[in-house]
């Protein structure tokens, strides 16, 4: 009986064809060998329509050496596509429409105002939600400020911490506001303090082209000065249902308003920083287990909802009386948080599961949930 083949659909990040997670896709390759699962990788860009085949990037496990080779679709698809302002991505959204019929692994959410819609839709998500507005005028941060102190302005479709601005409300004198952020380049914008009509006009700017969040902010500074927040991950396992793979935390970058790793932030496991942020072993025992309740029920929703998953990554904030809520949602989530906090088990265990839910697709002859056709 022949290996069943899963191929890893990615995007190159250039004309030079480099790939981000090259390296994780190596090791998911070494594991996907292990539990005869044969694995390769590819873009749009190296299907070959007319021959129906896929001009693959593969690596060799005995020699360690990366190559291209002509290769079948794949069984399944195991889609790691991110949002680009680029052809490629529109060439992704072509591939998606055309070979909608493979059986893959998981789908697209939409952008994250839908996804905070679709979640509001239920009692049991609802009260997990900071106050999200989108951003249409100047009336909707006038809104968002006299119900919150602290107002984060975000893009709908923005990841890795880009174009964010914090704005906070100052609590005497003249009514002045503080505002710092990041650029979509992750610059770090210093913090200043603004009137009223100059932040309207900031925001104006910022906002332009493009669609923003206007959301409520969460107490999450810590004693350091440094923000923080948790990085929850749930993923279907090797009999087709969601378990939490692990959770850490993530602490932001001295004067970032975001907890990104990318921006500069490290990672410390969710224990340690969930006791030290709550004040009780017990405490943090609770957040926890809330959080896993949460982040379980809220794969089962969504998937409901948008068609099939095999994972989630949940971006958490919980304040100091260990109230949870959901900053974002990842379809496509990085793992690296794991291996910095030095969890190197559950960092393994992150590349395993989708592996192991893809043979038990395999096997089971079973197309995932019947997919919606989303665009990003």
């Not at 923005?158 to 992750?186: A, C, F, M, N, V």
């Not at 409520?216 to 440094?226: A, D, E, F, K, T």
Request: glycine share 6%; proline share 4%; hydrophobic share 35%.
């Amino acid at each position: 009986m022949p290996e069943p083949v899963l191929g890893i659909l990615t995007l190159y990040l250039n004309e030079a064809k480099q790939l981000e997670e090259k390296s994780v896709y190596r090791r998911m390759i070494i594991e996907g060998s292990r539990i005869g699962l044969d694995v390769f990788v590819f873009t749009p860009a190296d299907v070959h329509v007319s021959k129906d085949q896929i001009h693959a990037l593969v690596y060799d496990v005995k020699s360690k050496t990366w190559s291209r080779k002509w290769r079948s679709f794949p069984n399944m698809i195991y889609d790691r596509c991110r949002i680009q302002r680029s052809q490629r991505f529109q060439q992704l959204l072509r591939f998606r429409a055309r070979y909608s019929h493979l059986t893959f692994l998981n789908r697209p959410l939409r952008n994250k105002w839908t996804v905070h819609q679709t979640f509001s839709q239920r009692s049991r998500f609802r009260q997990h939600m900071p106050e999200t507005l989108l951003y249409q005028s100047s009336a909707d941060l006038h809104r968002m400020l006299k119900f919150s102190p602290v107002v984060y302005v975000k893009p709908v479709n923005g990841t890795g911490g880009r174009g964010i601005l914090r704005i906070e409300r100052q609590r005497e004198g003249k009514p002045l506001y503080d505002i710092q952020g990041r650029r979509q380049s992750r610059q770090i914008i210093a913090p200043r303090k603004v009137s009223l009509t100059r932040l309207e006009s900031i925001v104006r700017q910022w906002c332009l082209g493009g669609r923003f969040l206007v959301q409520q902010g969460i107490p999450l500074r810590l004693p350091s000065g440094r923000y923080h927040d948790y990085r929850m991950l749930v993923q279907k396992n090797g009999q087709g249902a969601w378990e939490l793979t692990g959770m850490a935390g993530r602490v932001g970058a001295a004067r970032s308003v975001t907890s990104n790793l990318h921006g500069g932030g490290h990672a410390i496991r969710a224990e340690k920083l969930l006791k030290e942020w709550l004040g009780s072993e017990e405490k943090a025992d609770k957040a926890m287990r809330t959080a896993e309740k949460l982040g379980l029920d809220a794969a089962a929703y969504l998937e409901e909802s948008f068609g099939a998953l095999c994972e989630l990554a949940l971006d958490l904030a919980i304040d100091r009386e260990g109230r949870i809520y959901v900053l974002e949602v990842n379809p496509k989530p990085a793992r690296e948080v794991f291996a910095r906090s030095g969890d190197s088990n559950t960092y393994r265990k992150a590349l395993l599961r989708p592996l192991e839910y893809a043979m038990w697709v395999y096997k089971n002859k079973n197309t995932p949930s019947s997919a919606k056709t989303v665009e990003e």
